[in-house]
């Protein structure tokens, strides 16, 4: 079988193409954040004011197919008081388009005038105690997709050829989220996210050796957006929302309904997260 890889400098100007049509829609509004919202977790976007809606097939380099539990629409708008691009719905590996799916769009979200990127995801515990329902901030990432969003041509107006990884997932940021966390009483974690390329769930062999390597949570997303946001110079706050225990830790048997009905469930302690988050975000901006 080979394996195309679409290299990060096909068609340059779709960007900019995505930037004007959004500008259609918006006019001369900036947002400062951008977000990405995972399965099930959707419900966050309800809480933005003003929004506007866009439907990602308006868009040229957007993802066009997404599974279940991804809306697929970018909605503008202001949060806790600050202006935000929130996708709600990414493309992953397993759709089978590389691990380019989400690149355009996050690009797209620096071009429209973001510096931040929060990114939300459902995954799987690889430790006993993280259980369902936990919220777990990323603190690195272990890539064990066969790709990166980087490979081929790099167009040196967007990003280095070899980016730094270091402080991926930004320390100040993740600092501001946990005293939110604190404050709201929210139980908090941190942890090692690996991306693993689906569309099976890990065997428990698999499960085990995530384990040994250093990962603490596993999920089928997150890490190629967070490539490519770091490569434009995104800051980036990533927080994992645990569905289930990795196979062979506990004793359900995986599925992407329990991925959607945990991912609701903890979507409330999410939402309170993520709104107190944009308060403290916007009153930091004010300092
Ligand atoms: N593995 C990979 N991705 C996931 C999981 C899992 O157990 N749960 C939710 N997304």
């Given amino acids: 079988m080979t394996l195309t890889l679409p290299s990060s400098a096909d068609a340059p100007d779709q960007t900019e193409q995505a930037v004007q049509r959004i ?10 954040i951008g977000m990405i919202l995972g399965s099930g977790l959707g419900g966050l976007a309800r809480a933005i004011e003003n929004a506007i809606v866009i439907p990602y097939a308006a868009l040229p380099g957007f993802p066009q197919s997404l599974v279940e539990g991804h809306a697929g629409e970018v909605v503008l ?47 799987g515990s690889l430790r006993p105690e993280l259980e369902p329902g936990r919220l777990v901030a990323i603190k690195d990432h272990i890539n064990l997709l066969p790709g990166n969003p980087l490979i081929g041509p790099n167009d040196d107006q967007i990003g280095p050829r070899f980016c730094s990884m270091a402080n991926a997932y930004d320390k100040d940021l993740r600092q501001g989220v946990q005293d939110v966390a604190q404050a709201l009483g929210l139980p908090w974690a941190e942890g090692v996210y690996v991306a693993f390329s689906g569309p099976t769930f890990e065997t428990a062999a698999e499960i085990r050796m995530m384990q040994v390597i250093g990962g603490d949570v596993v999920g089928m997303s997150t890490v190629p957006e967070v490539i490519s946001a770091r490569h434009c110079g995104l800051r980036v706050l990533a927080i994992a929302c645990i569905t ?13 309904e329990l991925t959607l009905q945990y991912g609701s469930m903890a979507s409330v302690d999410l939402q309170r997260l993520i709104v107190g988050w ?3 975000q916007a009153a930091t901006a004010k300092r």
């Fill in 23 to 32: 500008r259609q829609h918006v006019g001369e509004f900036r947002p400062r």
């Fill in 77 to 123: 708008g202001r949060l806790g008081g600050v202006e935000l691009m929130c996708m709600r719905g990414r493309q992953h590996f397993y759709e089978g388009h590389g691990t380019t799916g989400m690149t355009k769009a996050v690009r797209t979200m620096k071009r429209m005038g973001c510096d931040r990127l929060i990114v939300t995801c459902a995954a």
């Fill in 244 to 256: 289930n225990l990795g196979e062979g830790i506990g004793n359900e048997v995986l599925s992407h």
């Fill in 278 to 280: 944009f308060e403290q």
